[in-house]
């Protein structure tokens, strides 16, 4: 697995805070609040989503996962969990990720509810991109406000949570130093590409 550190060489600017950044992943449990936990920490403008119907998390079988729905606070989450097997959901990690979500935000939020604007939205899977740029289509253009959607394939699991949040940050890092993000983002993808060995999908849609 690749060192994480090595995705740390961008600097961070005055414009890091005036970007809005959200970071989707289904459920938004561990991609996209690792990387909302990093990036808020670097002082990003950043919020978290998922973009499923129900939060899912793993369960004592893979045909028995835990369901909620996105209201349910982390708080709510983490006690039903430790009521239900706080050993299991102890050694799987569960009960640490939902200690740290609470301290971040409340409950998870699902991106199709939520009006709110952005200059760049990451998504961590292509499954989840697709669902918010047919989303994103589907609604009816206002203000045309160009809106840079970006996936990054991240494995669900807590390893590649933490390099993906590096990897997401350092690019967000790398746009935000742009003078005209519009017409320089598709050369930076192109580099940062070469440099962390994934395949970056992007597209453009207006507000």
Same mark, same amino acid.
């Given at each position: 697995?690749? *060192?994480?550190? %090595? ?7 005055? $414009?890091? #805070? ?6 989707? /992943? ?74 740290? *979500?609470?301290? %971040? ?7 199709? $509810?939520? #009006? ?6 990451? /998504? ?84």
């Amino acid at each position: 697995m690749a *060192n994480p550190t %090595i995705y740390q060489t961008a600097g961070y600017n005055n $414009n890091s #805070s005036l970007m809005k950044i959200a970071v989707i /992943c289904s459920s938004n449990q561990n991609r996209s609040m690792e990387a909302h936990n990093f990036l808020g920490k670097k002082g990003f403008n950043v919020r978290s989503f998922g973009s499923g119907n129900q939060v899912k998390l793993p369960g004592p079988a893979a045909d028995k996962p835990n369901t909620y729905e996105f209201d349910t606070s982390y708080d709510d989450m983490y006690k039903d969990l430790e009521a239900k097997d706080r050993n299991l959901y102890t050694q799987n990690g569960l009960l640490h990720m939902l200690d740290r *979500n609470r301290r %971040i935000k409340s409950a998870p939020e699902r991106f199709q $509810n939520c #009006s709110e604007e952005f200059d760049l939205i990451f /998504c961590c899977e292509e499954r989840v991109y697709d669902q918010v740029i047919d989303h994103l289509s589907e609604r009816e253009q206002i203000t045309y406000k160009p809106v840079h959607v970006v996936n990054l394939d991240i494995q669900d699991n807590h390893e590649d949570a933490t390099i993906g949040a590096f990897m997401i940050c350092d690019l967000c890092a790398m746009l935000a130093d742009t003078e005209d993000m519009d017409d320089e983002i598709e050369e930076i993808i192109q580099s940062f590409e070469g440099k962390c060995g994934r395949e970056i999908l992007h597209t453009m849609l207006g507000y």
